[in-house]
């Protein structure tokens, strides 16, 4: 069984960093693509970082380029999401997400939700000003 558990949220004043982590277990990284997610009540889930093995590239939203960082150690089936400079409008519920056996690149996953086929619970995100 595929799982995923997203930690590391929590209050944080603006300009600080945080990493967020994403325990995978049910399958072995390889070929895949994995992401993380954010969504802000009322609004659609936005993707945030993703990588794709598919072409060994990172994506990032524009909003976060420079800022967050997605990283991967394989050998702990862990995927992290380095975040500095924080900014109030980076507060949401953040989610991992991952397909098993990638197929496009990292934009794409990002910006098609729908091709992520598990999704971990999310883990709530806020920045204060």
């Known amino acids: 069984e595929v799982q995923l558990q997203a930690s590391g949220g929590g209050l944080v004043q603006a300009g600080g960093s945080l990493r967020l982590s994403c325990a995978a277990s049910?399958?072995?990284?390889?070929?895949?693509?994995i992401g993380w997610f954010r969504q802000v009540p009322g609004q659609e889930r936005q993707g945030v970082a993703c990588?794709?093995?598919?072409?060994?590239?990172?994506y990032y939203a524009d909003s976060v380029k420079g800022r967050f960082a997605i990283a991967s150690d394989n050998a702990a089936n862990t995927v992290y999401l380095l975040m500095n400079n924080l900014k109030p409008e980076d507060t949401a519920v953040y989610y991992c997400?991952?397909?098993?056996?990638?197929?496009?690149?990292?934009?794409?996953?990002?910006?098609?939700?729908?091709?992520?086929?598990?999704w971990g619970k999310g883990t709530q995100l806020t920045v204060s000003s």
């Open positions: 990588i794709s093995d598919v072409d060994g590239r990172t």
């Open positions: 997400a991952v397909t098993l056996v990638a197929a496009y690149s990292a934009s794409y996953y990002c910006q098609h939700e729908r091709d992520m086929h598990y």
């Open positions: 049910g399958f072995a990284f390889g070929h895949r693509g």
